[in-house]
């Protein structure tokens, strides 16, 4: 019990900051959207950056401090979320001649590919040797290892997937909600484009 009430109190500031409702290490860095009927919507992100010395820093005595981490979250809204982009991740909506509406999430994949250095702006080296900071208890080894992407759309979706597969990707779906588990280091390994489909009716 101990234990967990430790790893509770070391994750709290980020949950207050973020709206993260469990502590859990793959809700750090995320993109949640909130979908209407009409395709516009509500976007919130959590990233990860390296901050400059702060008050603590420069108010303390006898430490030599050596690692910063910060959570930066962003939250803002969209009039249409084929028009919304987060770096080299694009949208795309519509609804097909049976009423059927489809959201459709392309990420790109590679050394190449953008988005999951702006979201993770550090290797793993670096946040394998920072987590402690998250975790004092070293339960987590490495900071951001997963992106998470939320989906909150209209209605329960009638069909979703990934394509093509790939490894260590997660999809789980619950009412509305979809999330979608993406391994940093898969992002950054070989080139390939994924693409997330989603449908729903209401």
Known sequence: MRRIRNVLQSCAPFALVLGISACDANDLVSLR???????SGTVV????ATPLAGPVDQASRGVAWKDRLAVIGTAG????????AIDDVTFASGKTPDG??????????????RWA??????TSEERTRIAPIFDPTGEVKTLAAKIKFE???????TAHGVSPPVTGVKEEVEDNKATLLVPV???LGTSRTMTWQLTWRK
């Open 33 to 39: 959207i909130r979908l209407k009927d009409d395709f």
């Open 45 to 48: 992100t959590s990233s990860l």
């Open 77 to 84: 809204s969209f009039d249409d979320v084929s028009q919304l």
């Open 100 to 113: 059927t509406s489809y959201l459709s999430i392309t990420l790109p994949f590679g050394p190449a590919s």
């Open 117 to 122: 250095r702006t979201l993770v702006p550090m």
């Open 151 to 157: 989906i909150e759309l209209p209605a329960a979706p």
């Open 185 to 187: 280091d898969a992002v």
